[in-house]
C-alpha cells in the first residue's frame, strides 16, 4: 500500500466539504464554485509503481481546444501494461521558492517508499525555459507529468507535445488556458490574497500603512494574490496602501525590495507577502532597519516550514497555508493512480487556511513540522504608527 503522510485535519475537512466530482476536467478559471471536489476523495493508490493497466494519455481526451481530459486514467482498458517502475517528471516554476523545494523533497520521499521516481526540472520563471523543460522530460521518458505552469497560455504547446507523446499531465496551482490534462490541483489565489489581507485589515483594527510585496506579475497565481490583497485594503478607509512592489519570489529579492520600500516609507504597520519568502524577506528588511517584525502585521502564503518556525519565533503573524507536503501527497498519489489506469478527480481545489498563534502547534503537528521555544506573542497587539 502506498505510504501516506499526516494530512493536516484542518485541510483535510476543509476539501470535503467543498467536494464535488467532475466528470471531465477543462481549462476553467480557479475558484469556480462547482470546480472543487475532495482531495481525500482520490484516496490512497496502489503503490506497486504500475501495478495497473494502460498509462498512456491520450485515451479518453478531448481533441477540443482548452477541453479537458477525461477523469478515467486515460480510459484505457489494459492494452499496455503499466511501468514496472513509475517515473514522474516534474516541471516547477523556481525552486528557489521554498514551497516548491519542500514539495520537491516531500514527493522525493513518497515516491521512493513506492519504487517510484521523481524527475524535476526548474523554469526559473521563464515560459520559454518551461517549455523547454517540459520537451526535455517527454524526452527522458516519463510516464506521468506534474507541472506548476508559469503562464497559463505558454504552457499550452507543453500540453499539446505531452499529448501527442501519450503522456497525461496533473496540472498544478493554475488552470492553463487550454491544452489537455488528466487531472487539476488548483488554488483560488485572488481569495487566497483577500483573505491574507483581511486578516491583516482586523489585526490593524481597520487602520494602518500597508505594503504589498507580490511576486512576478507573469505568474498568475502571483498577480491573483495582489489582486485579491489590494481589492480588500481598498475596501478598508482607514487602511493605506503605502507601496506595491512586485518581487521574483525570492526571500533575498524580497528583504531587497522591502529595504527599499523603508527608505521611502519608514513608518509600516503591516506586509502582505504574496508567499512566505516574501514575507520572511520583509522582515528580515524590517529587522536591518531597526524595526521589530513582532510588533508589525506580517502575513504571507503557502505554509512552509520556515514561515510556520518564524511565526513560533514571533517574526511572522500568520500565512494561509496550502503545505506543501499535502501537495506532494496529492501528486504522488494521482500520478499512481493515473498509471494505474484508475479514475482520478478531475479537479481538486487546494484550500489556503489560516495558521497563526492560536493554532500553530495543531498546524504545525499535522503538517511534520517540529517547533520549540515558541513565544508567546501576537501581531494582533500591533497599533498603527500614525
Given at each position: 500500500m502506498t505510504r501516506r503522510t499526516s494530512r493536516p485535519i484542518y485541510f483535510t475537512a476543509a476539501i470535503a466539504a467543498a467536494a464535488l466530482a467532475f466528470s471531465a476536467c477543462s481549462a476553467t478559471p480557479p475558484g469556480g464554485s462547482g470546480g472543487s471536489s475532495s482531495s481525500a476523495a482520490g484516496g490512497a493508490?496502489?503503490?506497486?509503481?504500475?501495478?495497473?493497466?494502460?498509462?498512456?494519455?491520450?485515451?479518453?481526451?478531448?481533441?477540443?481546444?482548452?477541453?479537458?481530459?477525461?477523469?478515467?486514467a486515460g480510459g484505457g482498458s489494459g492494452s499496455s501494461a503499466a511501468p514496472k517502475s513509475l517515473v514522474i517528471g516534474h516541471s516547477y516554476q523556481n525552486l528557489e521558492n521554498q514551497f516548491f523545494s519542500d514539495e520537491l523533497a516531500a514527493e522525493k520521499n513518497l515516491a521512493a517508499a513506492s519504487g517510484a521516481k521523481i524527475i524535476d526540472t526548474q523554469a526559473n520563471n521563464n515560459p520559454a525555459k518551461q517549455l523547454d523543460d517540459v520537451n526535455t522530460l517527454i524526452a527522458r521518458g516519463v510516464n506521468v507529468l506534474a507541472i506548476d505552469a508559469v503562464d497559463p497560455n505558454a504552457i499550452i504547446p507543453a500540453l499539446d507535445a505531452a499529448k501527442q507523446a501519450g503522456i497525461p499531465v496533473i496540472s498544478l496551482i493554475a488552470p492553463p488556458a487550454g491544452g489537455t490534462y488528466q487531472s487539476l490541483i488548483y488554488l483560488d489565489s485572488v481569495?487566497?490574497?483577500?483573505?491574507?489581507?483581511?486578516?491583516?485589515?482586523?489585526?490593524?483594527?481597520?487602520?494602518g500603512k500597508v505594503v504589498i510585496l507580490t511576486g512576478p506579475l507573469?505568474?498568475?497565481?502571483?498577480?491573483?494574490?495582489?489582486?485579491?490583497?489590494?481589492?480588500?485594503?481598498k475596501q478598508n478607509p482607514g487602511i493605506q496602501i503605502e507601496a506595491e512592489v512586485n518581487t521574483d519570489y525570492s526571500l533575498r529579492d524580497a528583504e531587497q525590495k522591502m529595504t527599499d520600500v523603508l527608505q521611502a516609507h519608514p513608518k509600516v504597520d503591516a506586509v502582505f507577502g504574496g508567499n512566505d519568502d516574501i514575507a520572511l524577506g520583509a522582515a528580515r528588511a524590517l529587522t536591518s532597519a531597526g524595526q521589530s517584525p513582532a510588533k508589525k502585521v506580517i502575513v504571507g502564503v503557502d505554509g512552509t516550514e520556515?514561515?510556520?518556525?518564524?511565526?513560533?519565533?514571533?517574526?511572522?503573524?500568520?500565512?494561509?497555508?496550502?503545505?506543501?507536503?499535502?501537495?506532494?501527497?496529492?501528486?504522488?498519489d494521482t500520478a499512481q493512480k493515473i498509471a494505474a489506469g484508475k479514475q482520478v478527480t478531475a479537479k481538486t481545489l487546494f484550500p489556503a487556511l489560516k495558521v497563526d498563534t492560536g493554532n500553530l502547534q495543531d498546524m504545525a503537528k499535522e503538517a511534520g513540522v517540529t517547533l520549540s521555544g515558541c513565544v508567546n506573542s501576537s501581531a494582533s497587539s500591533a497599533a498603527p504608527t500614525s
Open positions: 493508490s496502489s503503490s506497486t509503481a504500475g501495478g495497473g493497466s494502460s498509462s498512456t494519455a491520450g485515451g479518453g481526451s478531448s481533441s477540443a481546444a482548452g477541453g479537458g481530459s477525461s477523469s478515467a481569495k487566497d490574497g483577500s483573505n491574507a489581507c483581511q486578516l491583516i485589515v482586523d489585526r490593524l483594527g481597520g487602520h507573469q505568474i498568475a497565481a502571483a498577480k491573483e494574490r495582489a489582486d485579491g490583497c489590494r481589492n480588500t485594503l520556515a514561515a510556520l518556525k518564524a511565526i513560533c519565533a514571533g517574526e511572522m503573524t500568520a500565512t494561509l497555508a496550502t503545505f506543501p507536503k499535502a501537495e506532494a501527497q496529492l501528486v504522488v
